[in-house]
C-alpha cells in the first residue's frame, strides 16, 4: 500500500518559517519524481516544487529564492523549507509523487496546512 504522510504544517507569522516533511511508502523512492504542490481556497492545485528526471530542481516563481526542495534517500522522504512565509502561502500543501518502474503512477498525499497570519 501506497502512503505519502505529510506533516510540519501549521500557523506562522509572516517573515516566519515552517519545514513540511513526506514520508512515503510502498514506492520505489529512486523511481519517483517527488514534489509539493498547493491550493488556497478558491484556487486551482498549484506546483510549488518538484524534482525532475534530470534531477534538478523546478520552483514556482512566486516562491523561487524562499523556498527550498530537499530529499532523504535513506528515509525516503522529501521536505519542504519554507523561509519568509506570506499570507499568500496560505494553502492546503500536498505532496506528489509521480513515477514507476514500468509503468507511470501517482500519488498524492493528504495534505497539510500552512496558515500564514498576524
Known amino acids: 500500500q501506497v502512503q505519502l504522510v505529510e506533516s510540519g504544517g501549521g500557523l506562522v507569522q509572516p517573515g516566519g518559517s515552517l519545514t513540511l516533511s513526506c514520508a512515503t511508502s510502498?514506492?520505489?523512492?529512486?523511481?519517483?519524481?517527488m514534489g509539493w504542490y498547493r491550493q488556497a481556497p478558491g484556487k486551482e492545485r498549484e506546483l510549488v516544487a518538484s524534482f525532475t528526471s534530470a534531477g534538478s530542481t523546478n520552483y514556482a516563481d512566486s516562491v523561487k529564492g524562499r523556498f527550498t526542495l530537499s530529499k532523504d534517500g535513506d528515509k525516503h522522504t522529501v521536505y519542504l523549507q519554507m523561509n519568509s512565509l506570506k499570507a499568500e502561502d496560505t494553502a492546503v500543501y500536498y505532496c506528489h509523487a509521480e513515477g514507476g518502474v514500468v509503468h507511470t503512477n501517482t500519488y498524492w498525499g493528504q495534505g497539510t496546512q500552512v496558515t500564514v497570519s498576524s
Open positions: 510502498g514506492i520505489i523512492f529512486t523511481f519517483y519524481n
